[in-house]
């Protein structure tokens, strides 16, 4: 495909890069440096020459382009079926909930606020607009329990907003002082994600748009746990000290002597990021340009209108037809797919954004006078995911542990053959998932817990919450 062979492009430019950058650590002469970057805008060319003394404030702007290019292609992968996809269809392909935030309301003016109050600087800052944002992995992935969450702000070009909403904020891929950018203290923290609590420091970051002259900061809770105050620079630092989840960079003041201008927090695993809001901001000096894009929304209406099949009516969230539902045996059953008697149902979910955690329990009794073999069979749709299981036989707790395949299977086999308890979980299929329970008592009590991850689907304004019929038998076939 198109996409494919420009990725491919993509990659080469990339490892082009590094070999410059490996040319420019060695001293190579500055002839040598621009054929290597020849051969780079051959492969991704440029509308205008550029003959740049080659630096690493230069490589690092063309890694920065392939890194936007890479998320142009996602993007526009999303949409392949499309080939003049519309806004929305863009937006969609983010998988990014963005809102905007009424400029009168409470929540703009706290945001507005917190964004104001610490700036150490005489230049004036106007914040033009805010939007609400909601990542749908980050939300399932962030690490709340590490406590001590702190508003803070991370500022970047306009240019790579694009790719922070669709894949977050990343850990670089190399450490940070080597790309020669223009900051004062980034980098100084080793290899990690930054953050400060002020906007003057977050102005450093920034750069005017060159659509409208504007610029972007993300406000984002970040799980900072146990977090080290430093004062000295550590450029070594790949993850937080031992016993430690973060650090901060305490800024210099008049009675606290420190290498660091601007106070400077800085985690090194992203799932202690979540990005809550996305200002737009603009300095005195900026030239602020009217800028009024097409939004295309009408092509994405024409389509509704001629397939209206897309559009999921009512009766499409009631139970199916008994003759539609899938062969499929689910809960707990015995190698001969004979079921075992299900007692009971516990489940809790919860809700957050757009995403739902779902916890379940269900209790099963082996009413056989012999040990049988035992498997548990649970459906889940594409856009779930298993995050863990646990099993309780006769208070025996078991807790799953992800190995790889083959392996897993050797020590399931050779514990049931020693007559041992036993669980192996699998994936018969992309919405199967099967979890071996092996040798199961005579008469004993089982206890399933599952937990998983499922993205909310959201539509005519409304957000839809589906369980799986199959977790409580019985009631599926009354509602039958």
Same mark, same amino acid.
């Given at each position: 495909?198109?996409?494919?062979?420009?990725?491919?492009?993509?990659?080469?430019?990339?490892?082009?890069?590094?070999?410059?950058?490996? %040319?420019?650590?060695?001293?190579?002469?500055?002839?040598?440096?621009?054929?290597?970057?020849?051969?780079?805008?051959?492969? *991704?060319?440029?509308?205008?020459?550029?003959?740049?003394?080659?630096?690493?404030?230069?490589?690092?702007?063309?890694?920065?382009?392939?890194?936007?290019?890479?998320?142009?292609?996602?993007?526009?992968?999303?949409?392949?079926?499309?080939?003049?996809?519309?806004?929305?269809?863009?937006?969609?392909?983010?998988?990014?909930?963005?809102?905007?935030?009424?400029?009168?309301?409470?929540?703009?003016?706290?945001?507005?606020?917190?964004?104001?109050?610490?700036?150490?600087?005489?230049?004036?800052?106007?914040?033009?607009?805010?939007?609400?944002?909601?990542?749908?992995?980050?939300?399932?992935?962030?690490?709340?329990?590490?406590?001590?969450?702190? +508003?803070?702000?991370? %500022?970047?070009?306009?240019?790579?907003?694009?790719?922070?909403?669709?894949?977050?904020?990343?850990?670089?891929?190399?450490?940070?002082?080597?790309?020669?950018?223009?900051?004062?203290?980034?980098?100084?923290?080793?290899?990690?994600?930054?953050?400060?609590?002020?906007?003057?420091?977050?102005?450093?970051?920034?750069?005017?748009?060159?659509?409208?002259?504007?610029?972007?900061?993300?406000?984002?809770?970040?799980?900072?746990?146990?977090?080290?105050?430093?004062?000295?620079?550590?450029?070594?630092?790949?993850?937080?000290?031992?016993?430690?989840? +973060?650090?901060?960079?305490?800024?210099?003041?008049?009675? *606290?002597?420190?290498?660091?201008?601007?106070?400077?927090?800085?985690?090194?695993?992203?799932?202690?990021?979540?990005?809550?809001?996305?200002?737009?901001?603009?300095?005195?000096?900026?030239?602020?340009?009217?800028?009024?894009?097409?939004?295309?929304?009408?092509?994405?209406?024409?389509?509704?209108?001629?397939?209206?099949?897309?559009?999921?009516?009512?009766?499409?969230?009631?139970?199916?037809?008994?003759?539609?539902? @899938?062969?499929?045996? @689910?809960?707990? $059953?015995?190698?001969?797919?004979?079921?075992?008697?299900?007692?009971?149902?516990?489940?809790?979910?919860?809700?957050?954004?757009?995403? %739902? $955690?779902?916890?379940?329990?269900?209790?099963?009794?082996?009413?056989?006078?012999?040990?049988?073999?035992?498997?548990?069979?649970?459906?889940?749709?594409?856009?779930?995911?298993?995050?863990?299981?646990?099993?309780?036989?006769?208070?025996?707790?078991? *807790?799953?542990?992800?190995?790889?395949?083959?392996?897993?299977?050797?020590?399931?086999?050779?514990?049931?053959?020693?007559?041992?308890?036993?669980?192996?979980?699998?994936?018969?299929?992309?919405?199967?998932?099967?979890?071996?329970?092996?040798?199961?008592?005579?008469?004993?009590?089982?206890?399933?817990?599952?937990?998983?991850?499922?993205?909310?689907?959201?539509?005519?304004?409304?957000?839809?919450?589906?369980?799986?019929?199959?977790?409580?038998?019985? $009631?599926?076939?009354?509602?039958?």
């Amino acid at each position: 495909s198109v996409s494919k062979s420009l990725l491919l492009k993509v990659s080469k430019a990339e490892g082009i890069l590094l070999q410059v950058k490996t %040319a420019l650590d060695e001293g190579t002469e500055e002839v040598a440096l621009q054929e290597m970057m020849m051969e780079f805008y051959q492969v *991704i060319p440029h509308k205008t020459e550029v003959h740049c003394k080659v630096s690493k404030k230069l490589l690092s702007r063309k890694q920065d382009l392939c890194q936007l290019i890479r998320d142009m292609l996602n993007i526009r992968e999303t949409n392949v079926s499309c080939p003049n996809p519309s806004s929305l269809a863009k937006y969609r392909a983010l998988r990014c909930k963005i809102e905007a935030v009424d400029s009168t309301s409470y929540e703009f003016l706290n945001v507005k606020q917190q964004v104001l109050k610490n700036n150490y600087n005489d230049s004036p800052v106007r914040i033009l607009q805010v939007y609400r944002v909601g990542r749908i992995s980050e939300t399932a992935e962030f690490l709340s329990s590490l406590g001590n969450i702190r +508003s803070l702000f991370h %500022a970047s070009s306009v240019h790579n907003f694009m790719g922070i909403l669709s894949r977050g904020l990343l850990m670089p891929k190399v450490v940070v002082e080597d790309h020669g950018l223009e900051r004062t203290d980034i980098g100084n923290l080793g290899s990690g994600i930054y953050f400060s609590d002020s906007i003057s420091a977050s102005i450093k970051y920034s750069s005017p748009g060159e659509m409208d002259g504007t610029r972007l900061l993300a406000v984002c809770d970040v799980a900072l746990g146990s977090c080290a105050d430093l004062y000295q620079r550590d450029y070594s630092l790949n993850n937080a000290p031992s016993g430690y989840d +973060s650090v901060h960079g305490v800024r210099r003041t008049a009675g *606290i002597s420190s290498d660091f201008e601007d106070d400077e927090f800085v985690v090194y695993k992203t799932c202690q990021i979540k990005i809550r809001y996305i200002v737009k901001f603009c300095l005195a000096e900026d030239q602020i340009k009217p800028f009024q894009p097409a939004t295309g929304v009408e092509l994405e209406q024409d389509n509704n209108k001629q397939e209206p099949q897309c559009h999921l009516p009512h009766e499409s969230y009631a139970l199916p037809n008994a003759n539609l539902l @899938t062969p499929v045996k @689910t809960g707990l $059953q015995d190698t001969l797919g004979n079921p075992v008697p299900l007692e009971g149902v516990h489940i809790k979910a919860r809700i957050i954004d757009f995403v %739902a $955690q779902v916890v379940m329990f269900q209790n099963y009794t082996n009413q056989n006078s012999k040990p049988i073999e035992a498997k548990y069979v649970f459906p889940l749709d594409d856009k779930a995911a298993v995050c863990g299981f646990e099993a309780f036989i006769n208070g025996k707790h078991v *807790i799953g542990e992800v190995k790889e395949k083959k392996q897993a299977h050797r020590e399931y086999r050779k514990a049931v053959s020693q007559g041992h308890g036993a669980y192996l979980m699998d994936q018969d299929a992309p919405d199967i998932f099967v979890i071996s329970v092996g040798n199961l008592p005579p008469n004993s009590t089982v206890v399933i817990k599952m937990t998983y991850i499922t993205e909310l689907s959201f539509q005519h304004g409304c957000i839809t919450f589906h369980l799986p019929a199959s977790v409580s038998p019985w $009631q599926q076939d009354k509602a039958l």
